[in-house]
């Protein structure tokens, strides 16, 4: 069973940018779908980045044209790029893995925390 570790998570002011990482415990194949999901005190978990096994990519209407998500060549570590951070952009960040086979399931990272102060 593959695991995942979020890092890079923090406190930083509404404006700036940080980079989450998630390190997967084997290569990602190319067959597999990651993501990055959030959730805030109350609220439900939601999408917020996609990356197809296909390479094509969704964001959330909220974090168009500020988040990027990607990945490193040795398909190891998925990346969350944030830029123009706002408050409301706290939550819990999880790492997402989608495999299809042997079956389909999906894997999730432990979370790391993002506050956005203003």
């Known amino acids: 069973q593959v695991q995942l570790v979020e890092s890079g998570g923090g406190l930083v002011q509404a404006g700036g940018s940080l980079r989450l990482s998630c390190a997967a415990s084997?290569?990602?194949?190319?067959?597999?779908?990651v993501g990055w999901y959030r959730q805030a005190p109350g609220k439900q978990r939601e999408l917020v980045a996609v990356?197809?096994?296909?390479?094509?990519?969704n964001y959330a209407d909220s974090v168009k044209g500020r988040f990027t998500i990607s990945r490193d060549d040795a398909k190891i570590t998925v990346y969350l790029q944030m830029n123009t951070l706002k408050p409301e952009d706290t939550a819990v960040y999880y790492c997402?893995?989608?495999?299809?086979?042997?079956?389909?399931?999906?894997?999730w990272g432990q979370g790391t925390q993002v506050t956005v102060s203003s």
């Open positions: 990356l197809r096994n296909d390479g094509t990519t």
């Open positions: 997402n893995l989608r495999t299809y086979f042997p079956r389909p399931n999906v894997y």
């Open positions: 084997r290569s990602i194949f190319s067959s597999e779908d």
